[in-house]
């Protein structure tokens, strides 16, 4: 299995909700990846697990907050967001730092997100 | 810092002709460089990659040679087909970016049948 799931594919919330990105890999893959991608932009990263643990928070702001449950999950909490939140929100995982910095990032399909 | 230039597009062309997208990097070290795509609608899927120097990456027709005399990886294609239509992004990782790849603005590939 060398696929990355995530759920739901498309997600229309407003600014006052809660709600949550959820994101599968099976690969046995110990870093994990939360990219935020704007149309015709290239993917921003936003937070990396490496071993479970948080290992980089660029800076987002904290109504985003991620979650990594088990090695296989990963989500991503979303409160009190603003319009200039929506954007395509993609997952991917890869092996984790003892691999090397050889190996490439498998990326789920992304979750569409408009916040109105 | 390290850093990526993809040459902008939209690229346009027409079936079966050859296809270059040119790719240039800074980084210290010795960055492995990829390529990836994204068809529309979809997340980004390794295309291919080259892990040192001289190393050549090929995947569906696909090339890239990685020169670290001129710091490049140019992506090309000896013929595109209109499936190829999609956006193209040419990343690096190293050492000392740790996790982080760096990923290029990306090109936009249309392919007229």
């Known amino acids: 299995d060398t696929e990355v799931t995530q759920t739901p594919k498309h997600l229309v919330m407003g600014m006052t909700n809660k709600k949550s990105l959820k994101c599968e890999q099976h690969m046995g893959h110990r870093a994990m990846y939360w990219y935020k991608q704007k149309a015709k932009k290239p993917p921003e990263l936003m937070f990396v697990?490496?071993?479970?643990?948080?290992?980089i928070n660029e800076s987002v702001p904290s109504r985003f907050s991620p979650e990594c449950p088990n090695s296989s999950l990963l989500n991503l909490h979303l409160h009190a967001l603003q319009p200039e939140d929506s954007a395509l929100y993609l997952c991917a995982s890869s092996q984790g730092r003892l691999a090397g910095n050889y190996n490439e990032q498998f990326f789920g399909p992304g979750t569409r997100l408009t916040v109105l | 810092g390290d850093s990526v230039t993809q040459m902008e597009g939209p690229v346009t062309l027409s079936e079966e002709a050859f296809l270059t997208i040119n790719c240039t990097y800074t980084?210290?070290?010795?960055?492995?460089l990829f390529w990836y795509v994204q068809y529309p609608g979809e997340g980004l899927q390794l295309l291919l990659k080259?892990?040192?120097?001289?190393d050549k990456g090929s995947n569906k027709g696909f090339e890239a040679t990685y020169r670290k005399e001129t710091t490049s990886f140019h992506l090309e294609k000896g013929s595109v087909q209109v499936s190829d239509s999609a956006v193209y992004f040419c990343a690096l990782k190293s050492w000392t970016g740790g996790f982080k790849t760096i990923f290029g603005a990306g090109t936009r590939l249309f392919v007229k049948a």
């Open positions: 980084a210290t070290g010795y960055p492995s």
């Open positions: 080259a892990t040192k120097a001289d």
């Open positions: 697990y490496s071993y479970e643990k948080l290992s």
